[in-house]
């Protein structure tokens, strides 16, 4: 009989933590969870579910504004109510803490609401109360960096856009990634004047050269891109705020939001205490079977910083704990994992990027395909879509594949399948496409643009 109170203890109720407890405890293992904030984790509640949702509200704009090319006449020029939106995407997230809570529940997880830290191996403090378990889990996500600028008080991170009870009419981000680039294209869909802020001289650093440069060209429609910009320091001026950008130049705005990345949440976890390693950012140092230097401590998810996508997390998760209590052995592999960014155009990308597939293949032939949208042939609206394909010309398979356009995450998730059953080209060429679509356009494709040639 084991003196341990619990088998496994999970340390952060998002995806990786709850799929981990659950997997644990429907294979016996006695199973406690600690969250001091939230169920759910960044996903449910300041990430992927209520940014989709704003995503959404600020598509039905542009699609009343496209409606009229479709016979459609509105009566009186439409009004948006952020506070009414803001309010049901509250309700939504409440509902899925209450799922996320009922999950746990029904596994037998016992649930402790607090702050928990590691207090020596096989011991969890919470508060005044030790816990005792045999395998400890930290899986407790990350948090917004902002960076030491002078003022950054007065600047939001994107945690703090979900809070937000009014819309500002003029706003600054700053950042060029994921977090930036949709929240740029939610803020103008709900008719703010956008301003964004970027050190580098193409967004969305680490995608394809081709994807970049095309969103880069496009988001210059409908906010003010400063690239090559970075901020000196922001002061109050009333209700407003004032920035110095490095160029010397000034500009006020309602709102200042920083969206600069996330950071592993570890700095009150108490790990060093016990020499458990962290990186230059803070992210917990784990082998391939997610166990830290101490024995029987493990981390992962966005914690590990590795690859900081919901998906993967469940997937470590569901490893661990598969591998600690006797459930079906897995690997969590890291290779052609789909990702997309709910931006103005989508973008979504599975695979090599061109540099990637030039690096690690002799050969490489680029298919790329620019069109515009046939919604947009009555719109009228200076819309256009990116499709490419990357293949090994030796073995003719696809190793990349990218898509700036509507509709682009939907499409890649079923082309992340083809390329995990080792998809070749002439494959590609004889599947029949379904017209009229833009995901046709994947297997319609026939003459390199670029061959690299020996």
Not at 180 to 194: D, H, K
């Amino acid at each position: 009989m084991s003196t341990f109170e619990y088998d496994f203890f999970v340390i952060g109720a998002g995806s990786g933590g709850v799929r981990a407890a659950r997997t644990a405890a429907a294979l016996g293992a006695r199973t406690g969870i600690a969250e001091e904030r939230f169920f759910g984790g960044t996903c449910v509640n300041v990430g992927c579910i209520p940014k989709k949702l704003y995503t959404y509200a600020a598509h039905t704009r542009h699609d009343i504004a496209d409606s009229a090319a479709y016979g459609w006449h509105v009566a009186s020029e439409p009004t948006f109510d952020w506070s009414l939106l803001k309010t049901n995407k509250d309700k939504e997230i409440n509902r899925l803490n209450g799922i996320y809570k009922n999950l746990l529940n029904s596994a037998d997880v016992d649930i402790h609401e607090g702050h928990a830290r590691l207090a020596g191996p096989n011991r969890v403090a919470i508060g005044d109360r030790e816990i005792t378990a045999e395998h400890i889990l930290f899986a407790v996500g990350g948090q917004s960096f902002m960076p030491p600028v002078p003022g950054i008080e007065n600047a939001l991170d994107s945690d703090d856009f979900f809070e937000l009870s009014a819309q500002p009419t003029d706003v600054l981000i700053v950042g060029g990634g994921y977090i930036a680039t949709e929240l740029a294209g939610v803020f103008s869909g709900l008719g703010s004047q956008v301003t964004l802020a970027y050190r580098g001289d193409l967004l969305l650093n680490g995608f394809d050269e081709d994807i970049r440069s095309f969103f880069t060209d496009s988001i210059k429609s409908y906010v003010n891109l400063k690239l090559n910009s970075d901020i000196q320091r922001i002061e109050r001026s009333g209700d407003k705020k004032e920035v110095v950008f490095s160029d010397g130049t000034r500009a006020v705005f309602d709102a200042i939001l920083y969206a600069t990345g996330r950071v592993p949440a570890t700095a009150k976890l108490g790990l060093t205490d016990f020499g458990i390693k962290l990186s230059d950012v803070g992210a917990i140092i784990v082998d391939k079977n997610f166990e830290t230097a101490m024995p029987g401590v493990y981390a992962v998810g966005d914690v590990i910083d590795r690859v900081t996508l919901t998906p993967v997390a469940l997937a470590e998760g569901q490893a661990l704990a598969r591998r600690l209590f006797g459930g079906p052995k897995q690997q969590v592999s890291y290779d052609l994992i789909p990702a997309a960014v709910f931006s103005e155009p989508q973008i979504a990308t599975v695979g090599m990027t061109e540099a990637e597939a030039r690096n690690c293949h002799k050969n490489i032939d680029v298919y790329r395909s620019r069109f515009r949208p046939l919604k947009h042939t009555l719109t009228g609206r200076d819309s256009f879509s990116l499709m490419k394909m990357l293949v090994d010309r030796e073995s003719d398979r696809v190793v990349g594949m990218h898509m700036a356009g509507t509709d682009a995450a939907e499409i890649m998730q079923g082309m992340a399948v083809a390329l995990q059953a080792g998809a070749t080209k002439s494959q590609f060429d004889s599947t029949i496409g379904i017209h009229p679509t833009a995901a046709e356009e994947f297997v319609t494709m026939r003459t390199p643009v670029e061959e690299s040639t020996d």
